[in-house]
């Protein structure tokens, strides 16, 4: 007959022998860029209190830009009382945690990150208790943005130049183009076309808003206005319309491989069936060249 002592210590053995398993397989969790899409990722288990064992959680980080993960991400951990208890930073892999946290709430910031990423060290709350008692977070870095104030004839103006409105209508101050600043970022974000080209374009074209077809029409690009026919030249309600639909047929018909007129992704390329002047493309890059230059 067996004991009492022995079907406890039976029991003791088989509850440590679980414990064990169960943490094994926790340990064995992968993380999948695709399963966390939030930075409120929080993700429940349900947890097994036994006597004898503190009830304690942990967390897991990974750093990501959405398409690679990130090392040397450095995140702070904060208690309750936001007093640092411990700094991570991610591996190669991207990913860190911190394990045997007690039951609370809990706080992190963000407070390194490789020179090409925004640093936000704003602190977030996460708790760790008996419903959220192994938590999850991804941390979403922002590519930092780099200005590019170059243009050339031979530049691909898929590229873009990543200005503010306030710069381009620095550029275009005491011009009758003021107040196109704002077409020209989003002839960059919508149509993926270079905002200092279309910029350029509408001087050169226009006489920086001066010409008839500018004045009266509201058509800054000559659009529509053929050699044999100039007074074909379409009408728009507003400046920033035309910087928009030009924009448009440019990115559709001259610089998307198989479109009407493509010949390749430069302001020379375009001109191959956009404008009989052969210096054309040359005079759109001096005019960006000059307005740059007084920013």
């Known amino acids: 007959m067996v004991s009492y002592f022995e079907r406890k210590t039976v029991k003791k053995l088989l509850m440590t022998i679980m414990m064990l398993a169960l943490i094994l397989f926790l340990g064995s969790d992968t993380f999948s860029m695709e399963a966390y899409a939030a930075d409120v990722s929080e993700i429940g288990t349900p947890i097994f209190a036994t006597a004898g064992f503190e009830l304690t959680g942990s967390v897991k980080f990974l750093a990501t830009d959405g398409d690679s993960i990130i090392s040397n991400v450095q995140v702070e951990i904060l208690n309750s009382n936001k007093e640092v208890i411990d700094t991570l930073t991610s591996g190669n892999d991207g990913k860190m945690e911190k394990l045997r946290m007690t039951i609370g709430t809990y706080y992190y910031r963000i407070v390194s990150v490789p020179d090409d990423y925004v640093l936000d060290n704003s602190e977030k709350r996460f708790d760790v208790n008996q419903a959220t008692w192994l938590v999850k977070k991804v941390i979403l870095l922002e590519p930092k943005v780099v200005k590019n104030y170059s243009l050339t004839t031979d530049s691909d103006l898929r590229e873009l130049s990543y200005l503010s409105e306030e710069e381009y ?48 029409r509201n058509n800054l690009v000559g659009w529509c206005a053929y050699d044999s026919n100039p007074d074909a030249a379409a009408y728009f309600e507003s400046k920033s319309e035309c910087i928009l639909h030009v924009a448009e047929k440019l990115k559709e018909n001259y610089l998307t491989e198989g479109g009407a007129y493509f010949e390749g992704y430069s302001p020379r390329a375009i001109d191959v069936h956009y404008c009989t002047d052969k210096s054309h493309a040359d005079k759109i890059v001096s005019i960006v060249r000059d307005l740059v230059s007084d920013l």
């Open 169 to 216: 209508e620095a550029m275009l101050e005491g011009t009758q183009l003021a107040g196109i600043g704002d077409a020209l970022v989003q002839a960059e974000q919508e149509y993926g076309v270079n905002g200092l080209y279309m910029m350029g374009l509408a001087c050169q074209e226009s006489g920086y808003g001066k010409s008839y077809y500018a004045q009266n």
